[in-house]
């Protein structure tokens, strides 16, 4: 602060003697309203009308210590790894370590409420669709609801554990309780005299009463992941992270050729604030948001499409693999699959949002999603005619629909987790945060397993009206191709409009607010030089400030 009101006074004196002295080339300050230079989008700062002269003395390089600056603390660069410095990896190691548990858990949860489900007695893979419809959705519906009124008078922490206990004490009671005494709690003999009496078109619903235990954990299982995942954990990595954060130096040419020209001016981001509203009130709010139904579409259209393709997979794996433990290895081997290709997936993703941007990067899911479900569709309806090539490479139809299944399903979920994902998360961020919490809530929880039970629902109604799930199969291909049109088009949409929010985001917040002056000097051992903030000041909308030559050589001697 010394240093400060001494470098004030400084500035005071020098101005008072420059009013009587001869006109000197001078640097200009402006705000973001008077950006003009041809082709480019200009950070506020000093603009040179001459070239300035910077009286730099490499024989006598300058150890600067990072100044306290109004705005904040200027930490000194320190030594990166891997691109990122000690400060970046503090974040970087809990969020990943958070995120690795949680879909440890997720994983696990997954492939052990499918073999439940699908190989308990008297059940299938028909089961899937009445369960996400009629228990799953409600379920999910009443969580939405109660986080919404928690998410008003809880904090961000309180509001994660309180959320994520009942996970805990249910599968704790699971494995302890309900699982060793399932042959008590399940209605075996009841459920099979109501299904002689309604007829085998019934055995879904039928079989979710009778193995109600089983079901339950399914449904707690999808919750983990649309709640933990979805809304707990990103929910937190969106308070804590934003889309330019950290930028690195020298990201283009840009910002090379203002590194010797101007002074950086950042004004300090302030978070839009709505007033709080009542859980009817966000649902119309949201509803009358096309940014929030584009992204909506996106989430409800893939539970959709995957559910379409994932159902008639598993009926094929049951007729493959009855014996529980054999279904339970190949679904090992699965994820096994899903998780090395998505390991790769999340390295490439990083070029892809790099070079190609977001909206390229929400194209490639529904793409994918696209062309395998049409490879495993055609292979489930003319698997006759190419039966003869099959066997010539040792493989049944049947397996064979089984392998390009799983080929489809590990492509479109890596896809997914590496892609549709973040893309999904990163459309909340220029969102202020009543249409980020309650949007996302609504969105993740809602919109997530009515993708599925839509899906479920079409499955359904095919099943009850054609008799069987094989028989509905050409029909739910044709579905197939329709939602993943939509789900393009959607994706389209989106990205024009995030794109322009992000703009607007951008260049609002380099309009008049908070400015940072920086002071360049030399690094230790080098005729390099970088810029260190000194002091802060206001620069109004609109207006200039004017600098002399000799204040901007004082700036950077």
């Known amino acids: 602060m010394a240093a400060l009101l001494q470098q004030s006074r400084h500035f005071v004196g020098l101005r008072a003697r420059q009013q009587a002295a001869p006109k000197a080339p001078v640097l200009r300050a402006f705000s973001g309203q008077n950006r003009n230079l041809p082709g480019q989008v200009q950070p506020t700062g000093l603009v040179p009308l001459q070239k300035p002269v910077f009286q730099q003395q490499p024989e006598k390089p300058v150890l ?9 603390d200027a930490p000194a660069e320190g ?3 891997l691109g990122y410095d000690a400060f970046t990896w503090q974040k970087i190691i809990p969020l990943g370590a958070m ?13 052990t409420k499918d073999v439940l489900v699908v190989t308990a007695p008297g059940s ?9 419809t009629w228990v799953n959705l409600p379920m999910a519906i009443g969580f939405t609801v109660l986080y919404a009124k928690l998410a008003n008078v809880l904090s961000t922490e309180a509001l994660f554990y309180t959320c994520i206990f009942p996970f805990i004490a249910f599968f704790g009671a699971f494995a302890f309780v309900f699982y060793p005494l399932r042959d008590v709690l399940h209605p075996t003999a009841f459920c099979e005299n109501l299904l002689e009496q309604a007829g085998p078109r019934f055995a879904g619903p039928i079989a979710i009463l009778r193995n109600w235990t089983y079901c339950l954990f399914y449904v707690m299982a999808e919750l983990w992941g649309s709640v933990v995942v979805s809304v707990l954990f990103w929910g937190f990595a969106n308070q804590i992270t934003t889309i330019r954060a950290e930028l690195p130096p020298d990201v283009d040419g840009w910002g090379l050729s203002l590194r010797g020209l101007m002074g ?3 004004r300090e981001s302030k978070k839009k604030k709505k007033a709080k509203m009542s859980v009817g009130e966000s649902f119309t709010f949201l509803a009358g948001s096309r940014y929030i139904r584009d992204l909506a579409t996106l989430v409800v259209a893939y539970g959709i499409s995957i559910n379409l393709v994932e159902v008639t997979w598993k009926s094929k794996i049951k007729a493959q693999f009855p014996n529980p433990n054999d279904y339970s290895a190949f679904m090992g081997d699965f994820s096994t699959a899903t998780g090395a290709v998505t390991f790769t997936m999340m390295i490439l993703s990083r070029y892809i949002f790099r070079y190609f941007g977001w909206g390229t990067a929400a194209l490639i899911t529904p793409t994918v999603l696209l062309i395998t479900g049409i490879a495993f569709f055609s292979l489930v309806l003319f698997s006759d005619s190419v039966a003869p090539t099959l066997k010539a490479l040792g493989l049944t139809p049947l397996m064979a629909a089984v392998l390009v299944g799983a080929a489809q399903n590990v492509f479109s979920k890596s896809s997914k987790y590496s892609l549709f ?4 998360e990163m459309a909340y961020i220029p969102l202020d945060d009543e249409v980020k919490v309650k949007g996302k809530a609504a969105i993740d929880v809602i919109c997530n397993p009515l993708g599925k039970s839509g899906g479920a629902l079409i499955q359904q109604f095919m099943i009850i009206g054609f008799g069987s799930l094989a028989a509905s199969t050409p029909y739910l291909g044709v579905i197939l191709l329709s939602i993943v049109l939509l789900w393009i088009n959607a994706a389209n949409s989106l990205a024009g409009q995030f794109a322009e929010l992000q703009g607007k985001d951008e260049s609002e917040s380099m309009d008049a607010g908070s400015t940072q002056t920086f002071k360049y000097v030399l690094d230790a051992g080098s ?8 002091a802060t000041g206001e620069i109004p909308a609109g207006q200039t400030r004017v600098m002399t030559q000799a204040e901007a050589d004082t700036l950077n001697q």
């Open 64 to 72: 600067v210590e990072p100044v306290k600056a109004a705005g904040g």
């Open 79 to 81: 030594k990166k790894i």
């Open 99 to 111: 995120f690795f548990c949680i879909l440890f858990n997720y994983t696990i949860l997954r492939d």
């Open 124 to 132: 299938g893979a028909e089961i899937i669709p009445f369960l996400k």
């Open 264 to 266: 950086m001016v950042k």
């Open 421 to 424: 994902d973040p893309c999904k």
């Open 527 to 534: 005729s390099k030089g970088k810029w260190v903030p000194v």
